[in-house]
């Protein structure tokens, strides 16, 4: 599982990692998931590196 926090609104996005989470298996994870929010939120995102 992995989290997204878009900051202005404090939007909070919890992503699958079906795969693990190896880079190539969390951007697919990513990609796939994000690819659904509107253009303007996702200028905004920042990644949640807590535990």
Not at 20 to 25: D, H, I, Q, T, V
Not at 30 to 46: C, E, R, V, Y
């Amino acid at each position: 599982m992995a989290t997204v926090i878009e900051r202005s609104t404090r939007f909070v996005r919890v992503v699958a990692l079906p795969d693990g989470y190896k880079p190539n298996a969390v951007r697919r994870a990513f990609l796939d998931d994000l690819s659904q929010l509107p253009a303007s939120m996702s200028k905004s995102l920042t990644w949640d590196q807590g535990r």
